[in-house]
């Protein structure tokens, strides 16, 4: 069953929004010059972390700005901002595949955050969202919608070669990989991605940007919550939900496809999608090890 043209168009193998966003646009990124970007296939969680990092406004509420302002998308400009004359540090939401990005990031100069969720977990979000927003075609069969994301036919395209991407790509970027599970130790995380990008808070600050990157904190705040542009984004945030909505059949379904796509990446995954954290992520980084997963990425520039 192929998307409908009225809410997707296909540019490069790639699914994009038709109203938000042009084929001669998603070309001119190749040439945008890099300082600081951030992307990501997908959290709102991330975007806030990243931004109380950055901003003491925002930490401390002196500023009243919505997080799709400081952290927006570079695929669909959604505010018509001037993205090229941003002052840095300029972070960036998006969910292009590797192939898409500036071609400026391949210099390693820029950050990049990779977060992955439990794929399961992530079409069971996304069948929920789709049928929330009113630019995405709703499908109130979620087996029907299933077949639609293992096939690559929604937005965003395949999750599957997304990651694929990004993983087998990793060498030519300067990136970190972190898992949606993982991040559930939210002072470890935010702890982390401080190290990966060179920012140092003090405890004061560590507290603030913890307290305030909570699920309860964020889903209450519409300047994180999307709540203006796109409704309250936040549902639930449950690690291993898909199991209040896949059938014994959709999750053979979902295994079978898995293992046949990533078979081939035996060696760098380590990964049961049975299981709530999604496992591992095998990088040559002198020593072997064993990395954490997840769909975003963020990327830095001087």
């Not at 951030?38 to 997080?67: A, C, K």
């Not at 820029?110 to 977060?115: F, M, P, W």
């Amino acid at each position: 069953m192929e998307p409908s043209e009225e809410f997707l168009f296909k540019h490069k193998g790639f699914y994009f929004l038709p109203d938000l966003v042009t084929h001669e646009y998603i070309d001119s990124l190749e040439d945008f010059e890099i300082r600081q970007l951030f992307s990501f296939p997908g959290t709102v969680w991330t975007q806030n972390i990243l931004s109380l990092i950055y901003h003491e406004g925002h930490r401390d509420g002196t500023e009243n700005m919505e997080i799709i302002d400081r952290v927006p998308w570079l695929e669909y400009n959604i505010r018509n901002m001037d993205y090229v004359h941003r002052p840095s540090p300029r972070l960036f939401a998006t969910h292009l595949p590797y192939y898409l990005v500036p071609r400026d990031l391949k210099n390693r100069r820029a950050k990049v955050i990779y977060v992955a969720r439990n794929p399961k977990d992530v079409v069971v979000s996304y069948f929920h969202f789709s049928n929330l927003l009113l630019k995405l075609e709703t499908i109130p069969d979620f087996n029907i919608f299933l077949e639609r994301f293992l096939a690559g036919k929604i937005l965003a395209g395949s999750w599957l070669d997304h990651i694929r991407g990004w993983s087998t790509h990793r060498d030519d970027f300067n990136i970190l990989f972190l898992t949606y599970e993982e991040m559930k130790d939210l002072r470890g995380a935010v702890l982390e991605i401080c190290k990966f990008l060179g920012k140092q808070l003090n405890e004061k600050e560590l507290d603030v940007v913890v307290e305030k990157s909570t699920f309860d904190q964020m889903k209450t705040d519409p300047r994180t919550n999307y709540e203006s542009t796109l409704g309250n984004l936040l549902e639930r945030g449950i690690v291993g939900d898909w199991k209040n909505t896949m059938t014994v059949a959709q999750n053979e379904r979902f295994d079978n496809v898995f293992k046949e796509k990533m078979k081939d990446l035996s060696s760098m995954f380590n990964w049961d999608t049975n299981d709530d954290i999604q496992a591992g992520f095998q990088l040559e980084r002198g020593e072997s090890a064993l990395k954490r997963m997840k769909v975003c990425v963020c990327l830095q520039c001087s």
